[in-house]
Structures are given as C-alpha cells and as structure tokens.
C-alpha cells in the first residue's frame, strides 16, 4: 500500500473518531443541561428563570426548530403510597362501631354533635372546626340528636350511626400513614426510610386508638402535617407551583388551629420554615426590591388565608347555633339576647334607661361569669392571718342567677326608691348609691385591706355599727363605651366603671375565691387600677321600682321575671370578638385535676395511661397507650440528633467537616423540620396551668416518629460513607429489620387495649403492664 493510501485511510479514521467525540460531548452538554434543569426546580426561588435553564431552553429549541408545541398531562401512581393508604384504613376502619359505648372524650364531642344538629349554642374552649366534621359525618348518616351523652360507657342507641360519627377520625389516622411516607420523601431521605417511617406510624398504638373514636387529635395531625408538607414544598418549588403550594399550606394550617389552638405550633413552625427559605435567599444576588416583594407575599399568604379559614369557621359555627342554649350564661346579656329564645326579655320587656329607681342586676363583663351579689352575712373580724376586717356585710360576685344578685340604684339626696315619671336617668359622671335589694344596705367601701388581695380595699355593704367608721357609699358611673359625655346608663350595652368617690378606687372582680366563711364565691374589691379589664360591669335584668313599701318591694324582686322570649340582632363581628375573649378567659379556669392526667416529664418514657372505656360486663377496655418500642426508640432518636447536632457544630468550628455539602443540607433540613417541630409540640405544655392528658403529646409525637426514621437512615449514610465501616451496612439492616418485627409484634400484644374487643383476664392484663405506673382496671368476677 503505499503512502498516500495509507494517509486517506488515517484520516478517514481520525474524521470518524472526531464525529464520535462529537456526539458523545453533545450527549454528556445534554445529559448535564437536564440534570442542571432538575436542580434547579429544586432550588428556592420565585419563578424566574435562571441562565443556564435559558440557554439549555435554547439550544434545545435551535435543535428541534420543527416540532410543534405538544401538551401533556402526566399522571405518576406511587404503588407504595396506595398500599400503605390500604394498610391504614385496614388497620383503622376495622370494626369501627366496636365498643358500641360511649368511650372517653366522645361524652363532649357527642353532645356538641347533638347540639349542632338541634341548632342550639354551645361554648367549647376550642375553635369549632372539628366538631363540625363530626357532625357533618353524622348529618349525612341521618343523625337527629336524639341521644343523651350522659356519661362513659352508656350504650349508644339504634338512632346513633356510631360508624359515621367515627369516620372521619378513621380516615384522617389512615391518609396520616400514607402521609407520612410523602413527608419523608419530601425531606429527600431514601424510599426505604419514607417506608419505615410510614410503618412506625402504622403500627403505633395510641395512633390507633385516637384514630378510632369520636376524638380531634388524629383530624388536627393530619391538617398540621398535610399544611408542612406543603409549606415545604413551597420552599422548593419555584413561579406558580410555590404559591399554590404556599396556598394549600396555608389553608391546611388554618384548619389545624381551626380544630384546637394546639395547632398553633405547626402554624409556627411554617412561619419559620418560609422564614428561613427567606433567610437563605438574602445571600444571592438579586434586587432588594425583589427579595421584599417575595417576603412580603409569603406573608400576606400565611397571615391572610389560615385568618381567612379561622373566621370563616366560625362565621359558620354562629349561624348554625342560632338557638340559645344551657351555655348562654357564658356570654354578654347582649350576646345571649341575640339567640332565639335567648334573654330577649331584657331588652323587649323591660326598660332601656337606668335611672333613680332602677332594680338592676350587674354582672361582670370579662372572663369569667357572675354577677355582683350580697347577703346577710358579715366579713369575719379577724381573717386567719391575724388581719382585721370591718366586719361589715359581705359583697361577692356570684357565679349563679339568685335574688340577692339585685340591688337599687339611687341618688344620695334622695330618699325614695320609686322611680319618678318622666324617669330620673343616670348619665356618664353621675354620682350614686347602690342599696342591696333584700338588705336594703348600701355598698361600701373603706380603708381597710380585702380579705383574699389585701393591696386592695374591702368592698361591703354597710351597717352602721354606731362606731368611728362612717359609711363611704357613694360611687361615680363612668360609662366604658359611651358616645358622648351626655350619655345615659343603659341596660345590657352600657359597659361601666363604678369609681368609688372617697378612695378613687374601681369596683373590681379580683379573679380569687373567698375561703368557706364567704362560701367560695368570688372576692369583689376596691381597685387603684382603675382601667383594669375585670372593672367593667354592665347592666342585665333591669326593672323599675314600683312601691316604697319594703315588703311589697321584696316581693317584687323575688318574682321577677327573667325567662326570654324572643330575639335581637347583634353583628357576627362583635360576636366573633366575645367568643374569642370569653375562649381566652375560659382557658384560663379550666379544671385541674384528673386520675388519668399527666405531666409534660411523664410523656417522653410513657408513664402513664388513660383508660377511655372498660365493658360493664367483661375485662375488655380501650387504653390510650403508645408502642413501648417505638416510643422508647423516638425518644432515643431525639437525644442522638442532638448529639449529633452539636458534635457537627463543634467539629465545623475547628474546621473538620464531616458530611459533604449534599448530606449536611440534607441533615439540617431535617433538624429544621423534624427536631424543631418536636420541640414546638412538645416545650409549650410545660408552661401551661391546666390539666393535661398523654393525648396533648401525639402532635410532638408524630415529628418524633419521623426524626426516628430519619436518624436511622443518617446512621446507615455515616456506615456506608466510611470504607472501614462499609462492611457493617448488611448488619445494620439486618438490626432494623429484626428491631421492626419487635414493633410489630409489640403493636399485635397491646391492639387488644386499642379495639376493646377483647374479654382480658386478670393475668392477661398483668402480662400487658410493662410499666407499674400504667393504671389498667380489673372486674373481678
């Protein structure tokens, strides 16, 4: 062959390899172009599109200038998410309607249900939300109230669709399965982990027990849960996508505080979630007018739309109570005169005007109910402390409708206590005496410390006891929410201030209980502060005095008529606004003290139970209780990501690092998500003077569950990454799976206490109590 052949022939090859080179250059710029596209749909932003998402666009549009524009919808069925869907409701909805009893919390749940279906008010210290899906269940299931919730383990009748009014709940501690599969994925971990992390869930004892009643808590996880999901995705998705995802968080967190304020603590969590989304993005470079804009309308969306939600929520609780009911008493005149049936006698049947004459009733305006009140009974002489009192008559606010709740109202320079015709009107700044109904003896005040908050002065009625004391009785009306300084004191609407003349004190409820000797009502005192929330009275049963005879007049106030007789209007907004005070107040004074309550320190190790419901007839009971594996385990979690937390801290100040970019982001978004969210569910409770159930953990309980999974699949990372420990990744898992069958096996002993549906003898019963502290209940037979 000669030369030049052998030329031509070696360069027909180079051409080749140079066009093969080519190709494989155009394939890896491509390949590196999708792969660049994928990132970037992950990377937080607000929809604009970044250079190199530009030019990939162009060079595929330069390449394929002659296809059309085609539109697709694509459909992606996670088989995993299904099953786990089946699992949950196989595991929840099994024999629902068992036991057929009332069991636990559904005494309260029930009659609000009943209540809602007859229209009639009910005041709950919860926002409405909850209730309202349970009715709606039982609404379409044909329930008509007609059945009494008297107390635990009372049958239910054919009349109650005792599967329906479960339902929800049900379902709700399902989708949490399967949702919690999605959360885990979201927080990029590997399938197998979203998997264990579902199965947890799955197979979690008191999960299922709160599942399968008349309860609120499943409902509120999954809102709480769902609002984060999508929150997060939010942080993730960039134009439309994130607010439509910020959207539907937004809208799921409002109905989570909308269930119970418990679920303030996820609306918290999200806040802080897009907060430090917002953090991140002031080291790139863009406008600061662009980084405000997207500030600010991440704001307006998790202010606007759970606002939105709330108050909705509520405008539709107040229009489907229309009636008044056995819990008016906790509202204003004002709002209880609004219910049909309500005290529309106040304000239709008797007069508008205060004036000289005036046989009123005062009742305390904020927080709690009562109503200013006497009787014929003296302040001790001297109080266990050794201080000494004025020994006058005693004045209270009581928290019940009574005939020595009214007194007389009365200019001091005159005598009678009829009232004139035309009527003698109190007016803002009008001084006056206020005589006792049934004593006939004026209220007082002197220098002398009060029996429960000696800081203030005694309030009495006086009795002249021919001694150095004269009676300091005269008292100045300032009316609150006047229009004019003209004003006159009205019934019902008219909020007042009773300014005591000699001292310049305000008459006040001092929130505090009188020992045995006052008959525990309430201490009613002379106050310095005289703009303080609990100096506000107003006016509600209201009558002129007819006759100046003291028996005939006696007469009179025993009889009055206090039984309503129709309605008056009252706008949704100042009826929103009082529910939302008295809600406030009533949290407050909720009752302390409970066989099967617990403290915050107890939930962490599982010391206690609660019994929801045992058979009248048999050993057969439904406990609260959680999977000793798994709880035990969730609590190690914790205490391990905290340790690592601060080992990672540390290690990075002496620049060490230990994870490559990818696995530390990957870590502290769990952290941010996982361990924050524990610690918000959970440190909240410890500052709260009320009692509490093991039930108040389960929020906290469920970002522990995911932390758990999430801190086994950090150790299996930290195995694999390190060449010597590589080997042990077999054994780890190994470990986990052998450590999940225990769960499982643990979750099958103890699903006897979640179904009731099971007869227990005594030694079954010992077998189930791990721990000494858990408190089963045994017939013996």
């Known amino acids: 062959m000669d030369l030049e052949s052998t030329k031509a022939i070696k360069n027909r090859k180079n051409r080749k390899e140079h066009s093969k080179q080519n190709e494989v250059r155009k394939v890896y710029e491509t390949e590196n172009c999708e792969q660049s596209l994928k990132l970037l749909k992950r990377e937080v932003g607000d929809g604009a599109a970044a250079q190199n998402e530009n030019e990939c666009e162009h060079d595929n549009y330069q390449g394929d200038t002659n296809i059309s524009h085609r539109y697709y919808l694509k459909i992606e069925i996670d088989i995993i998410f299904l099953i786990l869907l089946g699992l949950g409701l196989c595991t929840r909805l099994y024999n629902l309607d068992n036991p057929h009893y009332i069991v636990f919390d559904e005494l309260h749940y029930g009659r609000y249900v009943s209540l809602y279906t007859k229209g009639v008010f009910f005041f709950d210290a919860h926002p409405p939300l909850g209730k309202q899906l349970l009715y709606l269940a039982g609404r379409v299931a044909g329930y008509d109230g007609n059945f009494t919730f008297d107390r635990i383990g009372s049958p239910y009748t054919e009349n109650v669709p005792v599967t329906a009014l479960r339902i929800i709940p ?33 197979f979690e004892n008191s999960l299922l027990t709160q599942s399968r009643f008349m309860l609120l808590e499943s409902i509120q996880i999954l809102f709480g849960m769902w609002g984060t999901l999508s929150v997060i995705k939010s942080t993730r998705k960039t134009g439309l996508a994130s607010i439509l995802w910020l959207c539907i968080g937004a809208v799921s967190l409002g109905c989570c505080f909308s269930i119970k304020y418990s679920g303030f603590y996820t609306y918290f969590l999200a806040f802080i979630l897009v907060g430090r989304q917002m953090w991140n993005r002031i080291g790139q470079v863009e406008s600061t007018l662009r980084l405000a804009m997207s500030v600010l309308w991440r704001v307006a969306i998790l202010i606007a739309i759970p606002l939105s939600v709330y108050v909705g929520v509520f405008y539709a609780h107040l229009a489907m109570l229309p009636k008044a009911g056995p819990h008016d008493s906790v509202m204003s005149s004002a709002f209880q005169a609004s219910l049909q049936g309500g ?31 006497s009787h014929a009974h003296v302040y001790p002489v001297r109080y266990s402390d050794g201080r000494g009192s004025s020994h006058q008559q005693q004045v209270t606010c009581y928290s019940f409708k009574d005939v020595n709740n009214w007194w007389i109202v009365k200019r001091p320079d005159v005598s009678s206590l009829t ?10 700044g009008d001084i006056v005496q206020l005589v006792h109904g049934l004593t006939t003896r004026a209220l007082n005040s002197h ?17 002249d006891y021919n001694v150095s004391m004269p009676a300091q009785n005269l008292w100045r009306v300032e009316i609150v929410n006047r229009e004019s300084e003209e004003a006159t004191w009205d019934s019902i609407h008219s909020l007042v201030r009773l300014i005591h003349v000699p001292s310049g004190s305000a008459l006040r409820f001092s929130g505090r209980q009188l020992p045995a000797w006052g008959f525990h009502q309430h201490e009613v005192v002379a106050d310095k502060v005289t703009d303080h929330q609990d100096t506000v009275w107003n006016v509600e049963e209201h009558r002129y005095s007819k006759s100046e005879d003291r028996r005939e007049r006696e007469r009179e106030l025993v009889s009055a008529e206090m039984i309503p007789t129709a309605a008056t209007r009252l706008s949704f907004w100042a009826k929103f606004v009082e529910l939302q005070r008295k809600m406030a107040a009533h949290a407050a004074d909720a009752p302390h003290g409970h066989m099967f309550a617990s403290e915050p320190h107890h939930w962490p190790l599982l010391q206690r139970s609660i019994a929801y419901w045992l058979s009248p007839d048999s050993n057969a009971q439904v406990h609260l209780i959680g999977n000793l594996v798994t709880w035990y385990a969730g609590t190690l979690s914790v205490l391990l990501y905290g340790a690592f937390l601060v080992l990672y801290a540390i290690r990075t100040r002496r620049a060490i690092t230990d994870l490559p970019p990818r696995a530390s982001q990957k870590f502290y978004d769990a952290g941010c998500i996982l361990f924050l969210g524990y610690w918000l569910h959970y440190i909240p409770f410890f500052f709260m003077d009320r009692t509490l159930f093991l039930h108040h953990y389960l929020p906290a309980y469920m970002f522990k569950i995911l ?41 099958k002993k103890f699903s006897v206490l979640s179904y009731g549906n099971t007869d227990l003898t005594e030694v079954d019963l010992m077998n189930l109590r791990w721990k000494d502290t858990w408190d089963f209940i045994l017939h013996k037979k």
Do not use: N
């Not at 379902?171 to 399938?191: C, K, N, P, R």
């Not at 007069?351 to 904020?366: D, M, N, W, Y």
């Not at 009232?419 to 803002?428: G, M």
């Open 419 to 428: 009232v004139s015709y035309p009527p003698d009107a109190i007016r803002h």
């Open 343 to 373: 005290l529309a006698s106040i304000t239709r049947g008797q007069p508008l005007h205060v004036a000289h004459g005036s046989q009123i009733t005062l009742r305390h305006s904020h927080g709690r109910t009562c109503w200013l009140h």
């Open 170 to 202: 049900a379902i709700s501690g399902s989708l949490l399965v399967a949702l919690s599969y999605q959360f885990m994925l979201e927080t990029s971990v590997h399938q197998g982990t979203a998997v264990l992390a579902a199965l947890l869930v799955l």
């Open 707 to 747: 932390l758990l999974s999430f801190v086994v699949d950090h150790i299996y990372y930290i195995i694999q990454k390190r060449e010597r420990t590589r080997s042990f990744a077999h054994i780890f898992i190994f470990c986990i799976a052998i450590w999940l069958a225990y769960v499982i096996l643990t979750f």
């Open 447 to 463: 220098d002398v410390a009060a029996a429960v908050t000696p800081q203030s002065q005694e309030v009495s009625c006086y009795i």
